[in-house]
C-alpha cells in the first residue's frame, strides 16, 4: 500500500492560514486522498478528501499536486479550535477500501 | 456523532479474562471497522466488515475475533486479554459509496492489568 510522509509537527497562529504537507510518490491512479484529524481524546473526524483536482469545503481546501506525488491541507484561518493531529491518508482497495493511518502531523495553534 | 455508539467507554480487565467491546450503529451502513490506537503507533486497523457475517482481517488482527451477526452491531472480542491489549479502541463506519469517507465513534479505552 502505498506511503505518505508528513512532517511530525507544525505550528501556527491564530487567525492566519495554515498550510500542511504530504507527499506520496507512490501513489497510483487510483488512490483517493484521505484527509482525517483528530482532537484531543477523541476519534478522528473526517476532514476533506480529493483524487485529482483542488477540492474546497467548509472546513479546509485541498490542493493536490499535478503529478499528485503531494497535497497540501489549507486552512485558511486559524483556531485554537484546530489544534489537531492531521493524518493524510491514501485510500486503497476498491470499494471494501481500508484506511491505513500514520502518525500524522501535530498542529499547534497560538493565540 | 454520526450515529456511532460504543460501549463499554472504559473498562478495566485482568489478563487471561475475556472482553466484548460493543459498536453499534443506527444507521443501517454496510461497511464498519475496528481500530487501536496506541502511542507511537497511530491508529491501526484490527478487524473490518463489509456486510452481515462478512468480515476481513486488518493489519493488527492477532488475538481478536470480531461477529457482526446484524447490521447495527460490529463485535470485537479479545479471547483471552493481554496486557499488550491495553489501548483506545475506535469504531468506524462508513456511509454510502465508494469513495465516502469513514465516521468515528467516541472511542473505548481498555486497561489490561
Known amino acids: 500500500d502505498a506511503k505518505t510522509t508528513q512532517p511530525n509537527s507544525m505550528e501556527s497562529n491564530e487567525e492566519e492560514p495554515v498550510h500542511l504537507p504530504c507527499n506520496h510518490s507512490?501513489?497510483?491512479?487510483?488512490?483517493?486522498i484521505h484527509w482525517y484529524r483528530q482532537l484531543p481524546s477523541q476519534g478522528p473526524e473526517y476532514v476533506i478528501h480529493?483524487?485529482?483536482s483542488n477540492v474546497n469545503n467548509r472546513m479546509a481546501s485541498l490542493a493536490i499536486a499535478e503529478d499528485r506525488k503531494s497535497s497540501t491541507l489549507i486552512l485558511h484561518r486559524a483556531t485554537l479550535r484546530d489544534a489537531a493531529v492531521y493524518y493524510c491518508?491514501?485510500?486503497?482497495?476498491?470499494?471494501?477500501?481500508?484506511?491505513?493511518f500514520g502518525k500524522g502531523t501535530l498542529l499547534t495553534v497560538n493565540p | 456523532d454520526a450515529g456511532i455508539t460504543q460501549s463499554p467507554r472504559h473498562k478495566v480487565t485482568e489478563t487471561g479474562t475475556p472482553v466484548t467491546l460493543r459498536c453499534h450503529q443506527t444507521?443501517?451502513?454496510?461497511?464498519m471497522y475496528w481500530y487501536r490506537q496506541d502511542p507511537g503507533h497511530g491508529l491501526r486497523l484490527i478487524h473490518y466488515?463489509?456486510?452481515?457475517?462478512?468480515?476481513d482481517k486488518g493489519e493488527v488482527s492477532d488475538g481478536y475475533s470480531v461477529s457482526r451477526s446484524k447490521t447495527e452491531d460490529f463485535l470485537l472480542t479479545l479471547e483471552s486479554a493481554t496486557s499488550s491489549q491495553t489501548s483506545v479502541y475506535f469504531c468506524?463506519?462508513?456511509?454510502?459509496?465508494?469513495?465516502?469517507?469513514?465516521?468515528f465513534g467516541n472511542g473505548t479505552r481498555l486497561t489490561v492489568t
Open positions: 444507521e443501517n451502513h454496510r461497511y
Open positions: 507512490t501513489i497510483s491512479g487510483t488512490d483517493y
Open positions: 466488515s463489509y456486510g452481515v457475517k462478512d468480515t
Open positions: 468506524a463506519i462508513r456511509r454510502g459509496q465508494e469513495d465516502s469517507p469513514l465516521h
Open positions: 491518508i491514501l485510500r486503497w482497495g476498491g470499494s471494501n477500501y481500508k484506511l491505513t
Open positions: 480529493g483524487l485529482t
